[in-house]
């Protein structure tokens, strides 16, 4: 049985380990450097950390659970991935606080040295034969370069790191940031913090979530019957595909209604207009993650919040001064703790990992113009090394669960092809991933996502995290891995001793 390391134990990581052990395959292990498993969900535990697709789809297929309501809060998805490892025998496989930090080819016998460095530790090598990096597209949190930030005599937190020993009753609070986090973590704030003052560079097109717990009745009925289960996860799984994927292209069938809506509700909630102003986004809905809330504006109109779009010129000691208009006026805020919410390096899809394959190759500085992949599971020149959520693979529209299901099927496929033919290594042809790439670009050129300059998405103009079709497309193309488009390394002939 081939040894397979497995790099990050959020869904990916643990999706794949579930999958190997149901095909009975137990020779894996799931590094992870934190110290408890669960990804995303273990790292934001802001105030009012939530999915944004409803929890029944975004879970494993093959995994329900109790969930209390539509969308879940995220201790409630950390237990469920806790869960998932209880269940499927998982936790004996996991090393904790076990960051990986080399990949290293080895030429002789066609498998890969992987070094783990703990913090503080020695190094330790192990050889495995498979790779499978799953190390998450929003897992390194990104902080803004400002003048005098690490200057500031009070608290400063990243959101994904957010500082629960700080009583922000009564408090000043800056959220440098207004996207995704922030949305869900200034209402939270607001209602004890005395003033939250949010520094927005880009306003979001929200739009009501709609929100409720499930009732006792579909609770039952949901444990019960499986056809209720499907139908669910269904009725979530087509909206998001009809009405959120259209909104991921230039030509928009809902654009124009869906914005009115939003804008609608918007104003219907928010009496300053200043603010409604302020939060009325100028770029066209999906061309940025569309976010879901049903507090954010309440929170603005109930509470002290303040949105401030001026540039930030610097932090004090006790203020974020920012700069406006052609006179350069510079407007001092007072604030007590700031809060980071400016996201996370997406596209650093190895940091701080080196991958070093056949013939020194670097993949670091292969990626340097922007990562590439083939169906964004494998890269021409390293063999037997996988990505899981890898390079265009993320979705404006529907839960990246499904997407990392397509990719176990497609890893288990090509590891049940090696079994069979006996083959020590598999590695995509560049003219198969370059094929796949200008068909990405292609299509690409016409998604919502390249009518924005700046957005996690892009790298450079690029756009570099997202998958341009449908997940049923996705699903269908990694359904079985085309062995014909590797090349191919057979395992050596064994020979009797003496
Ligand atoms: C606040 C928030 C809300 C989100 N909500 C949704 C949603 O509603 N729907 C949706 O579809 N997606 C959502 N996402 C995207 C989410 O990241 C993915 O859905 C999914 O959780 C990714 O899982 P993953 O296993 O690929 O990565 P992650 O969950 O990021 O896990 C990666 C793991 O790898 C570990 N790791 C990284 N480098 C190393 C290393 N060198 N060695 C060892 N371990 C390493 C990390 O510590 C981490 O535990 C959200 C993201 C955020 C941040």
Not at 195 to 215: C, G, L, M, S
Request: hydrophobic share 40%.
């Amino acid at each position: 049985m081939p040894r397979i390391a497995i790099i990050g134990s959020g869904f990916a990581g643990m999706g794949l380990g579930i999958q190997l052990k149901q095909q009975g395959i137990d020779t894996f292990t799931i590094f992870e450097k934190a110290d408890a498993i669960g990804g995303t969900w273990r790292a934001n535990t802001y105030p009012g950390a939530e999915c944004d697709i409803p929890s029944a789809l975004y879970s494993y297929s093959f995994e329900n659970f109790d969930w209390p309501n539509k969308w879940s809060h995220q201790p409630v998805i950390k237990d469920y991935l806790e869960h998932c490892a209880e269940t499927y025998g998982l936790w004996a496989h996991i090393r904790l606080e076990t960051p990986v930090t080399e990949l290293r080819w080895v030429e002789e016998v066609g498998a890969w040295d992987v070094d783990a460095t703990p913090e503080g530790g020695e190094t330790t090598t192990e050889r495995y034969d498979v790779v499978v990096s799953a190390t998450g597209q929003l897992s390194r949190p990104r902080w803004p370069d400002i003048d005098g930030l690490d200057s500031f005599a009070g608290p400063v937190f990243h959101s994904a790191e957010w500082d629960h020993s700080v009583d922000l009753k009564g408090k000043r609070v800056a959220s440098i940031g207004a996207g995704a986090s922030a949305v869900q973590y200034v209402p939270q704030i607001a209602k004890d913090a005395a003033k939250v003052t949010v520094f927005q560079r880009t306003p979001n097109w929200i739009i009501p979530k709609n929100d409720r717990d499930y009732t006792e009745i579909e609770k039952s009925l949901i444990r019960r019957s499986r056809v209720a289960r499907n139908l669910r996860r269904f009725m979530i799984f087509a909206r998001a595909e009809l009405l959120g994927y259209d909104l991921m292209h230039q030509k928009s069938f809902v654009r124009d209604f869906m914005q009115k809506f939003a804008v609608k509700n918007l104003q219907e909630k928010i009496s300053d207009p200043d603010k409604v102003a302020k939060l009325t986004p100028d770029y066209p809905m999906g061309a940025k993650r569309v976010l879901f809330s049903d507090d954010f504006y309440e929170a603005i109109e109930e509470h002290d919040v303040d949105i401030v779009t001026d540039r930030i010129d610097k932090v004090t000691g006790d203020a974020i001064v920012t700069v406006s208009g052609m006179d350069q006026d510079h407007v001092e805020h007072q604030v007590d703790v700031i809060v980071v919410g400016t996201g996370f390096h997406t596209q650093d899809f190895l940091t701080p990992m080196t991958v070093t394959g056949p013939e020194g190759r670097n993949l670091n500085e292969q990626w340097q113009e922007g990562p590439q992949a083939h169906l964004g599971l494998t890269v021409s020149g390293f063999p037997n090394l996988f990505f899981m959520y890898g390079p265009n693979t993320n979705l404006g529209h529907n839960s990246i669960v499904l997407m990392i299901e397509s990719q176990c099927r497609y890893i288990l496929s090509a590891l049940r092809q090696m079994a069979a033919r006996s083959i020590q290594a598999i590695e995509v042809k560049a003219e198969v991933q370059q094929a796949y790439n200008d068909e990405l670009s292609r299509r690409l050129a016409d998604s919502a996502w390249v009518l924005i300059e700046d957005s996690w998405y892009l790298q450079g103009g690029k756009v570099t995290n997202n998958w341009v079709g449908r997940t049923t497309e996705y699903r269908r193309r990694t359904n079985h891995a085309d062995l014909d488009e590797y090349h191919l390394r057979p395992k050596p002939a064994l020979t009797k001793a003496g």
